[in-house]
C-alpha cells in the first residue's frame, strides 16, 4: 500500500527523543515538532496530526479549541491521541472528528521498564476505526515498540484504565509493605534490595526501587494525577457493575497523600504518607 501520510505534525510532549529518532526512520514521513503553542495552522499542509497531551485540559484545547486540530481541518486529515484521557473526553473528540471527515485514532503509549542502557519500551494500545489503523499503523509503529489494536471504539482509553488499576493497587501494596517493614525493624535497604528480586519485585517497582531507596519519592504521574484516574477507573466500575475494592483502598490511600503533600507530589508520596500516619520514620 503506497504511504499517503508523508507530512505529519507531532503536537505536545515527547519522550520524543524516544519516539523523534524512531519515527524519523519511516520511509517518506517529514515530521515537524510543535510545542502547544504552536499549532493553531497545523491542519495546513500536514497528513497526519500526532498529539500528546499531559492533561485532559491540554487536549481539550489541541483538538476541540477556538484553534484546535479539528477546528477547519481538511476532510481525510488522519488524528492520532497518544494521550491518557477519559472516556467522555475522547467521545467529544470522536463525534467532532467525524462531523468534519477527520480520521480519528485512540492510541496511548504505555511506558514499559528499560533494558541496561537502552530506552524504555513504548507500547501503543490503538483503538478506532480498522481501516484508518490499517493506514497509518506505520506511524504508530514508528513510535511505539509494540502495539495492539484492541477495537473498533474506545478500547484503547478502557485499557488505560485498566492499567491504571494494576499500576495504583501495585504501589499502594508496595508502600504499605514498606511500611510495614519499617515498624518491624528491618533496614531500609537490605528490605528493598529483597523486594526488588523476589517472585512479586514487579518490573513496576523495580522502576522505582532505586530512587526509594535514597528517600527519592520523585515519580510519573503526579499523585493528583494518579489519584484522578484511579477515581476514573471506580467510576466505569460502578457504572458496569464492578466492585474494585482494592482500587478503592488505593484511591484512598492516594487522597490522603494528596492532602499531605499536594496534587504535585509524585505517585510514591504515599509512602512518607504512610509512614506519617503511623509515625515511623524510615533510615536513609
Not at 43 to 51: L, M, Q, T
Request: proline share 3%; charged share 20%; hydrophobic share 45%.
Amino acid at each position: 500500500m503506497a504511504n499517503t501520510l508523508q507530512h505529519v505534525a507531532w503536537i505536545g510532549k515527547s519522550d520524543a527523543a524516544a519516539h523523534r529518532s524512531k519515527l524519523a526512520q519511516c520511509a517518506g514521513v517529514d515530521v515537524k515538532y510543535l510545542d502547544l503553542h504552536e499549532f493553531a495552522d497545523v491542519k495546513a499542509g500536514f497528513d497526519a496530526v500526532i498529539s500528546a497531551c499531559a492533561s485532559e485540559a491540554e487536549l481539550r484545547d489541541v483538538a476541540l479549541g477556538p484553534h484546535g486540530v479539528l477546528r477547519g481541518a481538511r476532510p481525510g486529515l488522519v488524528y492520532i491521541d497518544t494521550s491518557h484521557v477519559s472516556e467522555e473526553l475522547s467521545r467529544e473528540i470522536a463525534a467532532l472528528a467525524q462531523s468534519v471527515g477527520v480520521r480519528y485514532l485512540r492510541a496511548p503509549i504505555t511506558k514499559g521498564p528499560a533494558s541496561g542502557e537502552e530506552v524504555p519500551a513504548y507500547t501503543a494500545m490503538v483503538s478506532g476505526p480498522q481501516e484508518v489503523f490499517d493506514v497509518a499503523r506505520f506511524l504508530v509503529e514508528g513510535f511505539s515498540q509494540k502495539v495492539f489494536y484492541l477495537g473498533q471504539d474506545e478500547e484503547a482509553r478502557a485499557m488505560t484504565r485498566v492499567l491504571d488499576v494494576m499500576s495504583g493497587v501495585t504501589l499502594a501494596m508496595w508502600a504499605e509493605a514498606l511500611v510495614f517493614g519499617e515498624a518491624v525493624g528491618l533496614d531500609w535497604i537490605a528490605m528493598l534490595n529483597v523486594m526488588e528480586t523476589s517472585a512479586i519485585g514487579s518490573p513496576l517497582i523495580q522502576d522505582h526501587a532505586a530512587h526509594v531507596a535514597k528517600r527519592d519519592f520523585a515519580s510519573s504521574p503526579r499523585c493528583g494525577e494518579m489519584t484522578e484516574r484511579l477515581a476514573g477507573a471506580l467510576k466505569w466500575g460502578k457504572s458496569s457493575g464492578v466492585v474494585l475494592t482494592l482500587t478503592g483502598l488505593a484511591h484512598q490511600m492516594y487522597l490522603g497523600a494528596l492532602r499531605q503533600s499536594g496534587a504535585d507530589a509524585d505517585r510514591t508520596a504515599i509512602i512518607p504518607y504512610l509512614e506519617s500516619a503511623c509515625g515511623q520514620r524510615a533510615s536513609s
